[in-house]
């Protein structure tokens, strides 16, 4: 079984490399964890947000939300209403989550109005399945209705394990009738991942529950009627863990169906890498497997190689059937994989020798753990809205935002989207701002009309509840929105103050240019300078009076003059009123 990751604490905050370590404890039935203390129901922390509004759209305590890559939680019927779907619990003290289930919400176009919200945000939404399940997602049918996958317990084994899938009677009805998978064809399968084909099939990617890896497809073109399990990697290697992801096309006419996944090293390879197979026609007939190679990430030519994470690549078809994958790599060094510094890069069928970079996240200190399963950046999702742009979502750890009660380092939601295709991007946004929670498992709205959508997880305390890491807590699910400035006659999103001074650089160390974003939280003066080892002013790349927002600067290794410095370690300082904040950067041409 592919081993989950978890980050060991650093013995130095300026450390810019992290590997990973294993632990061999997956979240799945049979399962029991030990228990935490519980914590009451008290008022949720500090949460804060740098655009659009937020909807509650129910609570948890089941704090995760995916073994590997983003799955897709949120999309739209056009015309209707949205969909948004998440693991639910009420449970303050036992792992073992009997009351685990997918719960489900609908924003409905008409009143404008999520259809089931309560006063207490953990009591909104409405569960999909009338007993036990988890680990699923969501597509839409032909009709537009939701349909949702899930596994549940059939036995008293841990390898008695069926998919489910769950079909709505309207769209969004929240009346749900079910196609359990306890025949021969499909039972003891687990991580079943759910899209709808064009001439209304329903796929299923999964894994096999006895062994806990091997890809396989089966497919659903007769209500509760299952073809028999296919293996699908074969002959390139298994994911040995959950690590795959699907997508279907909904161009009319097309029944292209993708599944993606994430191979092992352990199978032969040094890094990583990542995988995909296509079926042009629903399943019936399968393209070979395509290694899909790894982008020109970090220093080409040096040690360090790109690996992808198992929370990397999520598959999409766009409006002109192009395949799409997004996925996050982390360095590969002497026979280690690292989990900083990180890198998310977008890939297209359209140009399969072109590789797009969204972003690079290298932060010069990380104080505490990320956690399980996870790196620095990870789990983008990939959206498109209906005037072709592309939209990327993804989680992003605060290397200094310490959760003191679980030495965990706090997450936050970034996004930025596209105009040409992915070739270019546009400059990330972080969506949330840091506070006193944690912002994880961020799915993108797909397709996307005059307005954005994010839904994701707020952990009221980093570090998970389901692995004793730290105490139960009532945690809210909710969608950001902010209005598409793609779309005719929409204004982009008004931007939020940030809660605080702060600066980043990436990449670092660099060759030919770095940039240095900073944050202003109100009106000041404010200067950004860098000097080198002596303390002499290289080059001052701002100065002045700034108004509050988020601003970047880059530096091409130039100084004031206009001529090339040598290279070396260099000073940057950023000066806000009366606070100042110095880091290190490394020019390396």
């Known amino acids: 079984m592919r081993s989950i990751v978890v980050l060991t604490l650093l013995a130095t905050a300026l450390a810019i490399a992290v590997p990973m370590q294993t632990m061999t404890v997956l979240p799945d039935d049979g399962k029991v964890l030990p228990s935490s203390p519980q914590v009451g129901s ?12 937020v909807d509650t759209v129910g609570g948890t305590t089941y704090d995760w939300g995916a073994n590997g890559p983003a799955l897709r939680m949120l999309t739209r019927t056009p015309g209707r209403g949205v969909h948004v779907l998440f693991m639910y619990s009420l449970e303050t003290s036992n792992t073992a989550f009997p009351d685990r289930n997918m719960r489900y919400n609908f924003y409905d176009y008409g009143p404008r109005t999520w259809n089931w919200v309560d006063p207490d945000f953990m009591q909104s939404g409405v569960n999909t399945f009338s007993y036990r399940t988890g680990y699923g997602c969501m597509d839409v049918d032909t009709n537009g209705k939701a349909i949702i996958s899930a596994h549940h317990s059939t036995g008293s084994g841990t390898a008695d394990i069926a998919p489910v899938l769950a079909r709505d009677a309207d769209v969004g009805a929240g009346i749900f009738e079910y196609a359990p998978g306890e025949s021969s064809a499909i039972n003891n399968y687990e991580w079943p991942w759910v899209g709808v084909n064009m001439n209304g099939a329903y796929q299923l990617a999964m894994i096999d ?26 002959p390139q290697p298994e994911p040995l863990f959950p690590d795959h992801n699907m997508t279907t096309s909904k161009v009319p006419g097309s029944n292209k169906l993708c599944v993606s996944w994430v191979g092992s090293a352990e199978a032969g390879y040094q890094q990583d890498p990542g995988f995909y197979r296509e ?3 629903g399943g019936g007939n399968w393209d070979p497997p395509v290694d899909i190679g790894f982008p020109p990430a970090f220093t080409p030519g040096s040690e360090t190689l790109p690996s992808f994470h198992i929370t990397s690549l999520f598959p999409m078809y766009d409006k002109n059937d192009n395949l799409h994958i997004v996925g996050n790599v982390g360095p590969y060094v002497r026979d280690t994989n690292w989990i ?12 399969p020798d072109t590789w797009s970079l969204i972003r690079i996240a290298a932060p010069e200190s990380l104080n505490a753990a990320v956690g399980y399963n996870a790196m620095i950046c990870d789990r983008p999702s990939l959206g498109e809205d209906e005037w072709g742009n592309l939209f990327v979502a993804w989680e992003e750890f605060d290397g200094v935002n310490v959760e003191p009660t679980t030495s965990r380092v706090r997450g936050d939601i970034w996004y930025t989207s596209s105009t040409d295709n ?14 006193e929670v944690s912002y994880r498992f961020p ?27 730290g105490p139960a807590t009532s945690n809210p699910v909710v969608v950001q929105k902010w209005a598409n400035m793609y779309a005719p006659g929409v204004e982009g999103p008004k931007s939020v103050p940030p809660g605080r001074m702060d600066i980043a650089v990436s990449p670092n160390p660099f060759g030919r240019s770095t940039r ?19 303390g002499r002013t290289v080059r001052t790349l701002a100065s002045g009076r700034s108004e509050p927002g988020r601003f970047s600067a880059v530096w091409d290794g130039r100084s004031q003059s206009g001529a090339m410095v040598p290279n070396g370690v260099y000073l940057y300082r950023f000066a806000f009123e009366d606070k100042r904040m110095t880091g290190k950067v490394t020019l390396t041409r």
Not at 340 to 351: D, E, V
Request: proline share 5%; with cysteine; glycine share 8%.
């Open 516 to 534: 240095l974003s900073y944050a202003v939280p109100r009106r000041g003066n404010v200067s950004l300078t860098v000097f080198d080892a002596a």
């Open 42 to 53: 008290g008022p949720s922390r500090q949460a804060r947000f740098t655009i659009g509004t």
């Open 422 to 435: 992915g070739i270019t991007w546009a400059t990330e946004t972080k969506i949330t701002d840091g506070g």
């Open 279 to 281: 079926s042009p026609d």
């Open 209 to 234: 529950a006895n062994n806990q890896n091997n890809l396989f497809w089966s497919r659903s073109t007769e209500w509760k009627t299952y073809d028999a399990a296919v293996s699908l990697p074969s």
């Open 340 to 351: 900083l510094p990180g890198q998310i890069w977008h890939w297209c069928a359209a140009n």
């Open 443 to 469: 799915s993108i709205l797909s397709p996307i009309g005059d307005t954005v959508m994010v839904a994701y997880l707020i952990d009221q305390i980093a570090g998970f509840f389901l692995y004793a890491e």
